[in-house]
Nanobody, 122 residues
Framework: QVQLVESGGRLVEAGGSLRLSCAAS????????LGWFRQAPGKEREFVGR????????AYAESVKGRFTISRDNAKNTVYLQMNSLKPEDTAVYFC???????????????WGQGTQVTVSS
């Protein structure tokens, strides 16, 4: 069992940066792939990026590649999403998720946080 709590979302101007955190509890945290997803109003939840349990493998959606970076600190049971060069279209609720075989599909993940709102103003 893994519990996830996101934080760090807020209002930011276009071109700005923001770092989201996802704190996890559960003794097996460091065996899970951690993913970040986002959901804008009226849209489906979409994959943003993921990081393997070792932290050595990352993957990103094309829309954020080169702007967003995922990292994790297994000693602190925390995963981060560093977002740079933010655009208004990045506005969404951002969720972190954990899964043993997590890739880029929502169905790959078993545990979800409650989400944190990111709003990018133009």
């Amino acid at each position: 069992q893994v519990q996830l709590v996101e934080s760090g979302g807020r209002l930011v101007e276009a071109g700005g940066s923001l770092r989201l955190s996802c704190a996890a509890s559960g003794r097996t945290f460091n065996t899970y792939t951690l993913g970040w997803f986002r959901q804008a109003p009226g849209k489906e939840r979409e994959f943003v990026g993921r990081i393997s349990w070792t932290g050595r493998i990352t993957a990103y959606a094309e829309s954020v590649k080169g702007r967003f970076t995922i990292s994790r600190d297994n000693a602190k049971n925390t995963v981060y999403l560093q977002m740079n060069s933010l655009k208004p279209e990045d506005t969404a609720v951002y969720f972190c998720a954990a899964g043993l075989g997590g890739y880029s599909d929502v169905k790959d993940y078993d545990y979800w946080g409650q989400g944190t709102q990111v709003t990018v103003s133009s």
